[in-house]
C-alpha cells in the first residue's frame, strides 16, 4: 500500500537468467516511488535524453512521430508535428 494515497503498489521485475532484478516500488495512482530519484508525486521526471522516468524505476521516449507527447498517467499533449 502507498504510503501517501493508500493505494495498491507495484514494482517492475526482470528474470535476467541467474535471479530476479526488480525496480522500486511505486504508485500508479499518486506517483510515489521508494526511490527519490523516481518519486514523480511533484512532477514528470526527465533524464538527459527528454525521456520520461515512471515511478517504477522505467524510462521511456514519450514523442511519437505525429508529435503527440505521451505523458505519465496517460496523458497526451500535441506539441505539433515533427519533421
Keep these: 500500500m502507498c504510503p501517501y494515497c493508500g493505494e495498491e503498489c507495484g514494482r517492475d521485475e526482470a528474470d535476467i537468467g541467474?535471479?530476479?532484478m526488480?525496480?522500486?516500488w511505486g504508485c500508479g495512482?499518486?506517483?510515489w516511488s521508494e526511490s527519490p530519484e523516481y518519486d514523480?508525486?511533484?512532477?514528470?521526471?526527465?533524464?538527459?535524453d527528454d525521456r520520461v522516468l515512471d515511478q517504477y524505476g522505467g524510462?521511456?521516449?514519450v514523442t511519437r512521430p505525429?508529435?503527440?507527447e505521451i505523458i505519465?498517467?496517460?496523458?497526451?499533449?500535441?506539441?505539433?508535428?515533427?519533421?
Design 40 to 48: 514523480s508525486r511533484d512532477g514528470i521526471k526527465r533524464d538527459g
Design 22 to 24: 526488480y525496480g522500486p
Design 29 to 31: 495512482h499518486c506517483g
Design 72 to 83: 505519465a498517467g496517460g496523458n497526451v499533449r500535441n506539441r505539433g508535428v515533427v519533421k
Design 18 to 20: 541467474i535471479g530476479i
Design 59 to 61: 524510462s521511456c521516449y
Design 66 to 68: 505525429d508529435g503527440i
